[in-house]
């Protein structure tokens, strides 16, 4: 890890410094986790994310992964509004071709050091979801610009990747409550064994002594 933060630039290092202090809180991502479950799932009501996941530490552990996910995706999505900043930016700059160059390109300056406001970030949404990037957390190259054939094969490429991973929740749900019905009935016949042996214990004991009552 050192090793490559010595490779990084101070642009490089800033960003990832950036990146590591961004941080969801793991109740939350938990709670939208165990609603889509719920959704999926039909439920009438909510359920935590610990009844709906394999037993153990499994829900901290998915927190963990879509909060991961979550800050990745939010980082294409600034990344689309700073590129659609600048392009706006540069549009106004050609636009004023008659007007003063340097004050056009000092505003341009300016405005690009200002943060970024909701109406950006959600025009940002928008664009990836009319270039197919979007929904969903799976990535492509940060400059793809896919033309309208490429992006039927990525929206069809998602919905298989969505059945895929789908049918595999449910063949693990259904392998966990196999195991879980295997472990019921061995601790089930453990027990029986164990009733059965107390009783012949019993059984001697009472045989080995007639005198007693």
């Known amino acids: 890890m050192a090793q490559m933060l010595s490779t990084f630039s101070k642009v490089e290092q800033s960003r990832f410094e950036a990146f590591q202090r961004a941080k969801f809180a793991p109740h ?3 709670d939208w986790v165990a609603a889509c479950l719920s959704h999926r799932f039909d439920l009438t009501a909510p359920r935590p994310l610990a009844d709906l996941v394999a037993a153990g530490r499994q829900g901290p552990e998915i ?4 909060s991961m996910l979550a800050k990745i995706y939010a980082q294409r999505i600034v990344q689309t509004a700073i ?5 706006d930016h540069q549009g106004t700059t050609n636009s004023n ?3 003063s160059t340097s004050s056009s390109s000092a505003a341009a300056a300016a405005a690009e050091t200002l943060p970024l406001s909701a109406a950006q970030l959600r025009e940002a949404f928008r664009e990836r979801q009319r ?5 969903g957390f799976f990535l492509q190259p940060s400059d793809e610009r896919p033309e309208n054939a490429v992006t039927r094969r990525h929206s069809k ?3 298989q990747h969505r059945l895929a991973a789908l049918d595999a929740q449910e063949k693990y749900d259904a392998w966990v409550k196999e195991q879980q019905a295997y472990d019921n009935a061995e601790t089930s016949d453990r027990d029986n064994n164990n009733d059965d042996d107390d009783d012949d214990d019993k059984m001697q004991v009472d045989t080995s002594s ?4």
């Open 28 to 30: 939350v991502v938990g």
């Open 63 to 66: 927190a963990l992964v879509v």
């Open 83 to 87: 590129q659609l900043r600048n392009d």
């Open 97 to 99: 071709n008659g007007s």
């Open 131 to 135: 270039q197919g990037l979007d929904p």
């Open 157 to 159: 490429a998602y919905e």
């Open 210 to 213: 007639p005198g007693k009552k």
